[in-house]
């Protein structure tokens, strides 16, 4: 059996996507799963121990990248197809898949439930990763648990260590990664605070070093004594290694958060505009920070300038917070 799985993007909810592989190759263990993705998330599915096969769609392709897609799904003739992105564009490459099963999330948007099957009635209150696995619970009849499956190749791992000792960090080390930015400012932590954090970190942590993280932009945002910055210095497959030497991890709802939480890694995760039931890590190992307003979540449509709901989340709480994973 041939099962597609489209979920382009974004980094962040494909990570939250990965369990339902893991679901399909429990579930269907012979089965080939391919995955369609953005080119520029692609790298992560490597990742996916669960996951065969990738069909690799240009972001900014066009209709003529569109169509190419379009073609190259049907050409497989699969069996399957799983919309976990619910939108227009993925429920039309579904329909012309050619699969005799087409089924989507709950709370498909943009007309795609008129194009394939939605497999429940959307549940506002529902965590996105069990979300997904919705549309395994409905092949298979039975509620799917949340597993992650992830590997990293030995190459990226040696090089991920090089990366971190020509900085001066060791896997010994008390390593504590910030990541000061998101999509959007409704869900980033002040700049000030985190300055603040950092001192609490060397001030009470003996022997902690701090690993910033993030996109290339936010390279120079902090040129603090004792900070080591690798914003835009590594690949996405060395971030995966990167994580896995961190022991506690801190940051907004944003994709390395969910990766490391993904990588079985303590995380600390400040909330602002975001919804807590919907987008927190389905994990264990999470300590959820967040300041109840009545316009909260505004989900990225604030009704607020400076956002109080970021700002009132303190630093000592935060470093309280990492203290109890240590």
């Known amino acids: 059996m041939k099962i597609l799985i489209i979920k382009p993007s974004s980094f962040g909810d494909i990570i939250q996507a990965n369990p339902t592989a893991r679901a399909l190759r429990r579930n269907y263990p012979e089965a080939v799963t391919t995955w369609l993705v953005f080119d520029v998330w692609a790298e992560a599915i490597a990742c996916f121990s669960d996951v065969n096969n990738t069909i690799i769609w240009k972001k900014d392709g066009g209709i003529k990248e569109f169509i190419d897609v379009i073609s190259r799904v049907r050409a497989q003739k699969f069996d399957i197809v799983i919309d976990l992105q619910g ?138 004594k004792g900070v080591v910055s690798m914003c835009g210095k590594t690949s996405l497959t060395q971030l995966f290694a990167i994580l896995q030497k961190c022991k506690v991890v801190v940051g907004p709802d944003t994709g390395p958060i969910h990766l490391a939480a993904a990588l079985g890694v303590p995380v600390v995760v400040l909330f602002g505009g975001s919804d807590v039931k919907e987008t927190a890590p389905a994990v264990s190992k999470v300590s959820i920070l967040k300041k109840d307003y009545p316009c909260s979540p505004c989900r990225g449509r604030p009704t607020c300038k400076d956002y109080p709901c970021l700002k009132d989340i303190t630093p000592q709480e935060v470093i309280e917070a990492i203290k109890k994973w240590l």
Request: cysteine-free; proline content about 3%; hydrophobic content about 45%.
């Open 87 to 224: 939108l227009a564009r993925t429920g039309i490459i579904s329909f012309f898949s050619g699969a005799r099963t087409r089924i989507g999330v709950p709370g498909l948007k943009e007309f795609s439930w008129l194009l394939e099957k939605e497999v429940y009635p959307e549940n506002a209150a529902m965590n996105a990763t069990v979300r997904n696995l919705e549309t395994i619970r409905f092949l298979t009849g039975s509620l799917q648990a949340v597993e992650f499956s992830l590997s990293i190749g030995d190459s990226d791992k040696s090089e991920a260590g090089r990366i971190m000792r020509a900085v001066d960090i060791f896997s010994s080390d008390l390593l504590i990664a910030l990541i000061p930015s998101s999509r959007g400012k409704g869900k980033e932590w002040p700049i000030g605070h985190f300055r603040e954090l950092m001192t609490l970190i060397f001030t009470t942590l003996a022997g902690a070093k701090v690993l910033m993280l993030g996109a290339k932009g936010d390279f120079y945002l902090f040129s603090d």
